[in-house]
């Protein structure tokens, strides 16, 4: 704590102000004056079983509303079950959410009826938010997992998206970092239409097999920082659709999932636009795909001046891909001629092995082929020592280094 700074529990702020009001402290004199305010002041339980969303409504709204710069503690050694809940800005200074404990969701998805299904712990228009404090926040999606229809084979079986976890949109200048998020629903940690964000030295784990478990997701977000995490869920570690720019992803380890994906983009005939994306110093282990830009056909825009760096696969089954023919559906999509447009991408000091023979797997689109990619001292070999192959379609560039599996680009094929 900076010297001269004073923190003030909840239980001496219920003699000054209400608790439905704003808990304001004015301290002349003080370097610093700084709000703390536990959930366990305003009647939590904290046994991972009682209801505590009106403690933590409470805490949220007295702090957004103070005077001075707030923190909201979740104390340690401690569950607190949140039933889904948004909390709203702007607030009146800079928040801290300190999560030393843990915050768990409900386990059956009944208990969303009559709530929005796709959110679960949903902040809207905050600005200068923190989270921290080295504890959990635990989604027990195991249910909604067991009744997805990307897992359950029989009728009746939920076709809906279920809840993001942790989803912040329309915020400024969020932090996330040092936390564990674990048993997501659906993504763990999402941003839509942010800018300055920060997602680091965070725990992102769920099972292998659990559908749409993204580690951290990006929508329409600008100047992002996501670094030194852990993820190991059961699709991308990183994604990225909409328009985002301004994004670097660094110090990541990866696996299993799908991998650290561009997309996908354009679906349903929208516009979509990524650019200024540095991946770069990841370790990727048992994913199903490397680092992958994927897009729908239809779609317009572009995904250009992207750098991927420093890549390390182990046992990855698609270590680099391109894919303009991006199909996630059960029927066949229809042939159409316009696409998201692929342009100046660099692969650089990317090594490893490859789960299958192809390691490299370019498809870029009749229409608006791929230009200006660069393979540079790329080294990939099948699992086992086998040599891997590469394939490009529609694509242009070069090689430069050593490139193994020699690529197409080295040889100019359109």
Known sequence: M???????????????????????????????????????????????????????????????GSEEEAVVAVPAAKAYQIWPVQLSGPCKKKLKLLIAGTIVAPASPDEWAGRDPMKW???????GLSVSGGGTIDGV?????????????????????????????ECRGVSVQGVTLQNGPQFHLSFTRCVDVK?????????????????????????????????????????MVGNCSDVRVRDISCGPGHGISIGSLGK??????????????????????????????????SARDLRFEGIVMKNVSNPIIIDQYYCDQPTPCANQTEA???????????????????????????????????????????????AATASCYRASGKAAGVVVPWSCLAKGDP
Not at 121 to 127: K, Q, S
């Open 121 to 127: 712990l949903y902040v809207y228009g905050v600005d």
């Open 141 to 169: 999606g195991h249910e909604w997992w067991a009744r997805s229809c990307k897992r359950k084979n029989t009728q009746p079986c939920n076709t809906r998206p279920p809840p993001r976890a942790v989803h912040f949109e």
């Open 2 to 64: 900076v010297p001269g700074a004073t923190i003030v529990t909840a239980s001496v702020l219920r003699g000054l102000v209400a608790l439905a009001g704003a808990a304001v402290l004015c301290l002349s004199g003080a370097a610093e004056a700084r709000v703390l305010l536990t959930l366990d002041d305003f009647g939590a339980v904290g046994d991972g079983v009682a209801n505590d969303t009106q403690a933590f409504v409470d805490a949220w709204t007295a702090a957004c």
């Open 199 to 239: 997602a680091n030295f965070l725990r992102v784990v769920a099972p292998a097999d659990s559908p749409n478990t993204d580690g951290i997701h990006l929508n329409d977000s600008s100047r992002v920082q996501i670094m030194d995490n852990l993820i190991s869920t059961g699709d991308d570690c990183v994604s």
């Open 340 to 386: 998201v447009e692929v342009r100046k991408v660099e692969f650089v000091d990317v090594r490893g092995t490859s789960a299958t023979a192809q390691a490299i797997r370019i498809a870029c689109s009749d229409a608006v082929p791929c230009t200006e990619l660069e393979l540079r001292n790329v080294n990939l070999t099948v699992v086992g020592g086998g």
């Open 268 to 301: 349903n005939r929208t516009t979509d636009r990524v650019e200024n994306v540095r991946v770069d110093t990841c370790l990727l282990t048992n994913t199903t795909n490397g680092v992958r830009i994927k897009s729908w056909q239809g779609g317009t825009g």
